[in-house]
């Protein structure tokens, strides 16, 4: 730990165990603490986290949110607004990659990146 502080003035966390485990010490620690949020946070239904996630997101120097949705779910989770911070996650319209690929006419390519998980869909397209 105080290796880290020496070497360290911004902590980025990025999942929900993180925030819970680690916005604290950071602080502790005199760190920045930035969240990047993807995905919803917590479980609608369990309210004791959700008011935890409120609170602790209290000691939050910044949130990043990745998308306007993601920003509109933070504030109506209970986010205060001025945290948050909306960086979207991906490439700018109208850029163009330099390369191109030929791929087999009678074969379906999928390219997926990402964790692969429930919560990201790639199961939900693969069946459908």
């Known amino acids: 730990i ?3 502080k020496n070497h360290v003035t911004i902590l980025h966390l990025k999942s929900l165990n993180d925030f819970l485990l680690f916005t604290f010490i950071g602080r502790i620690l005199g ?5 990047s949020v993807d995905v919803a946070f917590y479980s609608k239904s369990n309210i004791v986290l959700k008011y935890w996630l409120i609170f602790t997101s209290c000691f939050v120097h910044r949130i990043i949110a990745i998308s306007k949705f993601m920003r509109s779910n933070l ?7 001025d945290k948050i911070s909306l960086i979207y996650n991906g490439i700018e319209n109208g850029l163009k990659l330099p390369l191109k690929f ?3 006419k009678n074969r379906i390519t999928i390219g997926f ?3 692969v998980s429930a919560e990201k869909g790639i199961f939900v397209f693969l069946r459908e």
């Open 102 to 104: 030929k791929f087999p």
């Open 75 to 81: 504030i109506n989770a209970g986010i205060t607004a």
């Open 31 to 35: 760190l920045r603490v930035i969240w």
């Open 2 to 4: 105080l290796k880290l």
């Open 113 to 115: 990146i990402g964790k």
